[in-house]
């Protein structure tokens, strides 16, 4: 197994090849590579560059490798980059999360930066199921995650955004947020969302767009042709049937929420996870620990 590597880089101008812009002062780098060894799934590289880091790779499943990512400094500022490369092989099983909220805090005017490159082999299982992100008031985003798949690859994904902090009177104004997830197997797409809009834009309150609400999320799922949609919405309805949606493109499951409160759109997410888990990935659901804390 590769040794990690790091070096802390200082608030300069430096640059990597998956850079994705010239406008970046704090740039971080997390590469990981996962290999099925000996019945189980073993972390084969870990290189990091800037402020992430990884925990050490914990197995309640026996054979499945539970990561959790770590960004010490705690949020992301403008000028800042975040890119974090994910390589699954042949037969491996991985499940990456995050011990707390992600957070883009205002901005003077650079964007934020944050790539996520998602690679599944065939018959390699990916579970990518970071905790909440928090995009505060003023703050400037420009987001890319992008899922390769293998023929034959399982892949179930999640994300979650909150729009300002308005308990502690921070409220989604003057800001911007750039955000595109593509599904991609063997080279051909399985979708592409992009989602563009400013503090002052119709999306935001239009009945067509998130109509007022402050908290959207996704959970995207494949190969999905043996879900019972019927049973996973009967599931759900536990919860307020105006916040979640349920649909199926080809074999590409996509659960929406759309409401007011951070606690509710996990709850939503993680059943519907716990529900089409066995189906997807042949699992039984095991929560991370850290998402009870």
């Known amino acids: 197994m590769n040794k990690m590597t790091s070096s802390q880089s200082d608030r300069g101008r430096q640059h990597h090849p998956d850079q994705i ?6 740039p971080a780098l997390l590469q990981l590579g996962f290999v099925h060894l000996d019945q189980r799934t073993v972390m084969a590289k870990r290189s990091s560059r800037g402020p992430l880091r990884v925990l050490k790779p914990l197995y309640p499943e026996q054979d499945v490798c539970h990561v959790y990512i770590l960004h010490p400094p705690g949020g992301v500022a ?28 205002r901005s ?20 990518f199921m970071p905790q909440e ?15 390769r798949l293998e023929n034959g690859a399982h892949f179930i994904g999640m994300e979650l955004y909150g729009l300002g902090r308005p308990a502690s009177g921070d409220y989604y104004e003057n800001a911007r947020f750039e955000n595109t997830v593509s599904l991609i197997r063997d080279s051909q797409p399985l979708s592409t969302e992009r989602l563009l809009m400013e ?5 935001l309150y239009a009945p067509w767009g998130l109509g007022g609400k402050k ?13 019972d949609l019927e049973r996973l919405r009967k599931s759900l309805t536990e919860f307020d049937q105006k916040v979640w949606a349920v649909t199926c493109i080809d074999d590409l499951l996509i659960v929406r929420y759309l409401g007011d409160r951070i606690e509710q759109g996990l709850q939503v997410l993680r059943k519907a996870w716990q529900d089409i ?12 620990r850290i998402w009870n804390t």
């Open 21 to 26: 812009t010239d406008q970046v002062l704090w």
């Open 78 to 105: 403008g000028g800042d980059e975040i890119v974090v490369e994910v390589d699954v092989g042949v037969k491996a099983h991985t499940l990456i999360t995050t011990p707390a909220a992600g957070k883009f805090y």
């Open 108 to 127: 003077a005017g650079l964007p934020a930066y944050q790539r996520q490159i998602l690679n599944v082999a065939h018959d390699g299982v990916l579970e």
């Open 133 to 147: 992100t928090l995009l505060f008031g003023s703050s400037n985003v420009k987001s890319r995650t992008e899922v």
């Open 199 to 203: 503090a002052d834009d119709q999306i």
């Open 215 to 227: 908290v959207f999320g996704t959970l995207y799922a494949t190969p999905a042709r043996e879900v």
């Open 277 to 288: 888990r066995p189906i997807v990935v042949g699992k039984k659901a095991c929560p991370p």
